[in-house]
């Protein structure tokens, strides 16, 4: 058996499961007799009075500038609060109400202001004061911490949720993983346990009552998943994945600092494609320069209900976060033929590659595409981002798209919200959309070569046809003399070119797409080290020649043949 979750902090772990149950959620919402009132104000302050002494027990324990310690000291400023504990106070005599109810309700409101907040950042914080606040009903429900000093084996916390102060407790020598029911990968449990190298799976719907403490299980930092008492075979196979996993990070550790260029200098952006903020979390484990693809109709695939403008610009902020500051590519949402969405209303078309698809669907659709697009230019006010156009085939697509954004943006300077600006440009999927780059060009700042679809629609064959796929693959010389074609015209309009289908993920074929021009590589995550690797091989020269010789070619088998022997 196994759940999912977000994975905060990659790697794989074993280990016995220990329950870190901080806090009992009973909460009760019947009336305080008027003579009772006096006692529970003595609880309010008696539990503020216990979680300081904790708080301040577990900052003696740190450095004074450590992320545990800045953490800890903003809910002890919020403990030292006499307008607030006033506040609860009050709440108490006027509704007649328990204090447990009072700081549920005075808590709850302050969280909800800082949720409000546009700032994902600050947002952030009222995960944090909701946190507290169960913390303080646990003290006056009579909870106490758990004593960790005796773990001497390895263990994977799971919890509902863990605040820094709880974190700074943890022996950290035993603790194997953590597991929470709550959190993102922006959450200060995430950045603790990405700065302590603990792996960890935030948003994990785990059931507690069917975990019992000390059973056997696997934090999957790789697939993002928790197997909970793992056969011999699932154990042996995450062993062997472990070790694979291991053996990567060592190979990381000798290329993924290095730049990506070739042996006589040549330098050569190279980034990845990704689908998941599970996916970027790995971004640091290969090295990559950043996004050059983020698949984001990828978020929808699992989903019944379209996430509105709120929650994809979390998400968005989310990206940004992990990303700090690195290339962050955004494809708007491309559904249609092939991708269909659980959340999104199926279409009957005859010819569904040749229909309403990539852009197409967007402009069929434009609340739909505008919520995309409000959410990425609030997210836009928090770091750069590149924004990409799946599937465009000519000019017209291109105005009407921009159209949208100028409405886009009168609509949040009406609401008032922040929004930041962006970079734009195509993905060129089409032999029409080569065609007519010339006239797109003035209004791009970069473009993007997918050479799946580009070859499906150069071939006429279909992509996810594994009849065709040999015969009419994207190495073939009609493909690669659109692909030029491309480069050459982005170039002479001073356009940067990068290429984000399969090809750019070979690193057999990636000298050869260096050679004939592409500034930019944008691969699957797995294979990034293995391109950098062929990169850094090989002389700029070298990729130049092969270029020039294999656009000569004129016959798959033996452009086929060439690549091969050169390799």
Excluded: W
């Amino acid at each position: 058996m196994s759940v999912t979750g977000i994975v905060v902090s990659p790697g794989i772990a074993f280990g016995k499961v220990l329950h870190l149950n901080f806090y009992h959620e009973k909460v009760d919402y019947r009336l305080i007799p008027t003579n009772q009132l006096a006692d529970e104000s003595k609880r309010l302050k008696q539990a503020f009075a216990n979680q300081k002494q904790y708080l301040e027990q577990s900052l003696s324990k740190l450095e004074a500038d450590s992320t545990h310690a800045s953490l800890i000291e903003a809910d002890l400023l919020l403990l030292e609060d006499e307008d607030l504990i006033l506040e609860i106070d009050a709440t108490i005599s006027k509704l007649q109400v328990s204090a447990a109810v009072a700081i549920e309700r005075i808590f709850g409101h302050q969280a909800d202001e800082l949720a409000a907040l546009d700032d994902p950042y600050l947002a952030n914080r009222a995960e944090d004061v909701l946190c507290l606040s169960r913390r303080l009903i646990a003290r006056l429900n009579g909870a106490q911490h758990i004593n960790l000093s005796q773990l001497q084996q390895d263990t994977i916390i799971l919890a509902a949720d863990l605040t820094p102060a709880e974190f700074a407790m943890l022996p950290l020598e035993h603790i194997a993983g953590i597991v929470l029911n709550t959190g993102g990968v922006t959450s200060h449990t995430a950045i603790l346990a990405r700065n302590a190298g603990i792996p960890a799976l935030l948003s994990c719907q785990y059931e507690p009552a069917n975990i019992a403490n000390g059973t056997e299980v696997v934090l999957n930092g790789v697939d993002g998943e928790l197997v909970i008492a793992p056969n011999q075979a699932k154990i042996a196979a995450l062993s062997s994945l472990k070790q694979q996993d291991e053996a990567r990070k060592q190979q990381l550790l000798m290329l993924k600092d290095l730049p990506t260029q070739t042996l006589d200098g040549k330098p050569i952006g190279l980034l990845a494609n990704v689908g998941s903020l599970n996916d970027i979390s790995h971004l640091a484990d290969v090295g990559a320069e950043g996004i050059g693809l983020f698949r984001t109709e990828f978020m929808l695939m699992n989903t019944n209900t379209l996430p509105d403008e709120k929650a994809q610009y979390h998400f968005y902020c989310d990206a940004l976060h992990l990303m700090a500051g690195k290339t962050f590519t955004i494809r708007t949402l491309d559904v249609g033929a092939d991708k269909e969405l659980p959340c999104l209303a199926s279409m009957q078309e005859d010819n569904p590659a040749l229909g309403l698809r990539g852009i197409r669907y967007s402009l069929a659709h434009p609340e739909l595409f505008k919520t995309q697009i409000k959410a990425i230019l609030r997210a836009a006010n928090h770091g750069p981002i590149r924004l990409m156009f799946p599937m465009i085939n000519q000019v017209e697509e291109l105005d009407a798209l921009f159209e949208h954004i100028e409405q886009c943006k009168a609509q949040l300077i009406e609401q008032e919200k922040g929004f930041g600006e962006l970079s734009y440009g195509i993905v060129v999927e089409t032999p029409s959309a080569v065609l007519n780059l010339q006239s797109m060009l003035p209004s791009l700042d970069f473009i993007s070569i997918g050479t799946n679809d580009l070859t499906q629609y150069t071939m006429a064959a279909d992509r996810t046809n594994p009849m065709l796929t040999k015969q009419y693959p994207s190495l073939s010389p009609a493909v690669l003399t659109l692909v030029q074609q491309t480069i050459d015209i982005a170039h002479q309009n001073k356009v940067r070119v990068s290429l984000c289908g399969e090809l750019a993920s070979d690193p057999k074929i990636a000298p050869l797409l260096v050679g004939m021009g592409i500034d930019e590589l944008s691969v699957n995550l797995s294979a990034l080290l293995e391109v950098k690797s062929a990169l850094r091989n090989i002389n700029y020269q070298t990729c130049l020649s092969q270029a020039q010789h294999a656009l000569k070619l004129t016959r798959i088998d033996e452009l086929t043949h060439y690549i091969n022997g050169i390799n």
